[in-house]
């Protein structure tokens, strides 16, 4: 396929590999903050490659582990509300609730459907007026803008039955909060090319500039990964901290317009809450007053006054995402917790660092 | 999740299009992208063209590192 294949082109990966060998500092761990990046990592053996000298870490990127039990919760008590089809990514299907999962909850016969696209959920909604269609708004930067736009879509067609319980957040206020905490030590970070299309290099200044850390933004495919890496090599080399674009077919420095334009609209910041990193002031989304119709918080405010706090749980995947516990290092990982029965969703997601640790790491 | 596939644009109608890869087409929304036109590759996240590919960029990281792969040699 054009403009992956060539990006995956064996010769100019060893050439990248080399020059790696010879930038590689004394030690140097890399976060790779994207859930797509630690997938492609591991899919493609990436850490097999680097010198061994650098550690690849993940850190907080996959939104389906980063959301809230509480928002997972409410999302299924959302589904016993009477007509109420469920809708959401394919990847939430399988990540545990304190009780019950969506994937459980449709064996048993709840209206759960799997879509491609918000806009797949409004369209359902359009053909099934009778009945509330809800959209589970899970996702970073990258996915926000199909959402406000499935609501102002909704909005133009003047549908009553759609709304989205939307559990969005933005990735430069989580590492902003994951740095600030000192509780993980990295050398450079990854930022994910495709979150970047939306916001712009230029949104990730504060890292080398507060933090003194070298940044690059890449692309997925392992040209593109291990470009990032060597532009972080060699800025620890000169003793630089900048952030550099080696995703310059896709990425710019400043965000798109347009998509700015459309999240404005219909969302404004808030406090969010994200399972291993807890509280974040203003690092989520909620939908603002003239869209308020589509928000599933107001459509279904019984839902959350009986909501019962999520009970504890010997899942580990906080330490997971804030990148200070291993995959392999967690006692549950492979005995308790295995991508058949996950107790955590960094098990389940295809994205998640233990199912790709699990999957592809032996 | 943030998995974009690139795909071409083979129709355009408004802010809607159609965008193929492999023999596969599919329905897509342009509305962040005002300045593409038919033929161009697109990046697709969850039925919204999030970015254009630029092909004079994507040849110059792969030239770059082509001329540095046979100066080895």
Partial sequence: ?362 | MCLAIPMRLIEIDGAAGVAEVDGVTRQVRLDLLPEVALGDYILIHAGLAIARVDPDQAQETLSVLRTLADEVY
Avoid at chain 1, 343 to 355: D, F, W, Y
Wanted: with cysteine; glycine share 8%.
């Fill in chain 1, 1 to 362: 396929m054009k403009y992956i294949d060539e990006f995956r082109d064996k010769e100019l990966v060893q050439e990248i590999v080399r020059r790696l060998e010879r930038l590689a500092p004394a030690a140097a761990t890399i976060m790779e903050v994207c859930g797509t990046h630690t997938m492609a990592a591991a899919r493609f053996g990436l850490r097999s490659l680097l010198p061994e000298s650098v550690q690849l870490i993940s850190g907080p990127g996959c939104p389906v582990c980063v959301t809230a039990q509480t928002d997972i919760d409410a999302f299924l008590a959302l589904g016993d509300e009477p007509g109420v089809i469920l809708t959401s990514f394919g990847d939430m299907l399988r990540v545990p609730g304190s009780h019950t999962s969506l994937e459980r909850r449709r064996a048993q016969g709840a209206a759960v459907r799997v879509v491609y696209s918000p806009l797949d959920a409004v369209e359902l909604a359009r053909r099934e007026p009778g009945k509330p269609v809800v959209f589970f708004g899970v996702g970073f930067e990258t996915t926000m803008p199909a959402i406000a736009l499935a609501i102002c879509l909704a909005a133009e067609q003047q549908l009553e039955n759609f709304s989205v319980l939307c559990v969005h957040k933005t990735i430069p206020l989580a590492l902003r909060a994951l740095l600030a905490s000192g509780e993980v030590q990295v050398s450079g970070l990854l930022c994910p090319g495709h979150v970047t299309t939306i916001i712009g290099a230029e949104a990730y200044d504060f890292l080398p500039r507060d933090f003194g850390l070298p940044c690059a933004v890449t692309g997925f495919e392992p040209v593109d990964m291990l470009l990032g890496i060597e532009a972080i090599l060699r800025q620890l080399q000169e003793g630089q901290a900048r952030v550099d674009n080696v995703y310059t077919r896709a990425v710019k420095v400043q965000a798109n317009p347009r998509a700015q334009a459309l999240l404005a609209e219909v969302f404004e910041p808030c406090d969010a809450e994200w399972r291993g990193l807890g509280l974040i002031p203003g690092s989520g989304v909620k939908i603002r007053p003239p869209y308020a119709g589509y928000d599933a918080r107001l459509r279904f405010p019984e839902v959350w006054e009986h909501l019962a706090p999520a009970p504890p749980s010997p899942c580990r995947c906080g330490e997971v995402l804030r990148g200070v516990l291993r995959p392999r290092q967690c006692p549950l990982f492979r005995q308790t917790c295995t991508p058949s029965q996950p107790l955590g969703p960094c098990m389940v997601s295809s994205e998640g660092a233990c199912a790709a640790a699990y999957r592809y790491d032996g």
